[in-house]
């Protein structure tokens, strides 16, 4: 298991990625804190871990929130003893729209929460990483490959970007290792929700669809959410102790950076 003995914080635990991430994390061996704002999905993978003898624990946060997030740092260091991972992967979308039409308050909350946020949970953490360890910010192909109607989601995400290499130049020092996965599609349930509108505004099968957006990547599928998640608890393990200050693709091939 690549996080046996690892303590790992994971905020944005919601149905897809965030869910997933943090119950691959506990089957790998890790202690699992979860961080959201709803606490439905946390229950839950609470369960479904415990059942599976692992150990993960659920802490209502909103990461705009300050006293929030300290609770949720203070639940993994009170009940695990330290911190040793963290991956940010909250966010906020602000709806697709052209980004000059995109509603000034929307724009600002997704900053709030997917820049402003992550920081916040990582000024928390580093203090208590005092044996090195591992951040990972979640970022998406939308900074790479523009495309309309995603422009406030990924201006907010480039910068998490920018400031996951300032991270990491700046937290070296201290053992710790920040690094970024960006993914593309995930077939999750955002996607299968986008699969039926889109299918339905068409007036083509929602597998038209799908096989419209496979057919972009060489591996010729939509990537789920499962998947993409083992890149990141990759990044997280001592099996990648070399790494800092990279950025893995993560999209099936459909993306490749030169």
Known sequence: MI?????????GVGAGL??????RAAAEG???VMAARSTQVMDQVAKEVAAAGGEAVGVPCDVR?????????????????????????????????????????????????????????????????TDGGSIVNVGTMSTREPMRGEGGYAVAKAAMGCASQYLA???????????QAVLGWLDGPGVRFYLTMTAQQRGV??????????????????????????????????LASEVTGAVLDVNGGEHMPS
């Open 3 to 11: 996080l046996e003995g690892e303590v790992v914080i994971v905020s």
């Open 18 to 23: 965030g869910a997933k991430l943090a119950a």
């Open 30 to 32: 890790a202690k699992v």
């Open 65 to 129: 929130k300050a006293e929030d997030v300290e609770r949720v740092v203070g639940t993994a260091v009170e009940r695990f003893g330290r911190v040793t991972g963290l991956v940010n992967s909250a966010y906020s979308h602000p709806g697709f729209h052209d980004l000059l039409a995109t509603p000034d308050k929307q724009l600002r909350r997704s900053m709030d929460i997917i820049l402003h946020g992550a920081l916040g949970m990582t000024r928390a953490v580093v203090p208590h990483m």
């Open 169 to 179: 130049l700046e937290l070296g020092d201290r053992g710790i290792r920040v690094n």
């Open 205 to 238: 099968t929602e597998q038209e669809v799908y096989d419209e957006i496979a057919s972009r990547n060489p591996l010729g599928r939509i990537p789920t959410d499962d998947a993409c998640a083992g890149a990141i608890l990759f990044l997280l393990s001592r």
